[in-house]
Nanobody, 127 residues
Framework: QVQLVESGGGLVQAGGSLRLSCVAS????????MGWFRQPPGKERLFVAG????????DYADSVKGRFTISRDNAKNTVYLQMDSLKPEDKAVYYC????????????????????WGQGTQVTVSS
């Protein structure tokens, strides 16, 4: 079992920045690809960004490319999502997810591919 705890959400004006963090605990010895998803009010949960076990492969939804950056610090069991140039449509609950994998350099964009989820952190962007 792996436990994921997100932090860093909050209220920010359009054009501003936030950095989300996700700390993993438990059976973190197994390699995990990590991902960030978001769920706007009344809508489905969608992929935002993914990162491979090694951190050398990243993947982004088209809606956030060039504005968001995913990274990880394996020594700290932490994955980050740097969000810049935020827009009102970025408002959502953001979830961190982990998938155990033997692939070192592969990211996973599909929600169904992840086994562990955090509780989510709210991001609100005012116009």
């Amino acid at each position: 079992q792996v436990q994921l705890v997100e932090s860093g959400g909050g209220l920010v004006q359009a054009g501003g920045s936030l950095r989300l963090s996700c700390v993993a605990s438990g059976r973190t010895g197994t390699g995990y690809a990590m991902g960030w998803f978001r769920q706007p009010p009344g809508k489905e949960r969608l992929f935002v960004a993914g990162i491979s076990r090694s951190g050398d492969i990243t993947d982004y939804a088209d809606s956030v490319k060039g504005r968001f950056t995913i990274s990880r610090d394996n020594a700290k069991n932490t994955v980050y999502l740097q969000m810049d140039s935020l827009k009102p449509e970025d408002k959502a609950v953001y979830y961190c997810a982990a998938r155990p994998t033997y692939h070192i350099s592969r990211s996973f964009p599909a929600l169904a591919e992840y086994d562990y989820w955090g509780q989510g952190t709210q991001v609100t962007v005012s116009s």
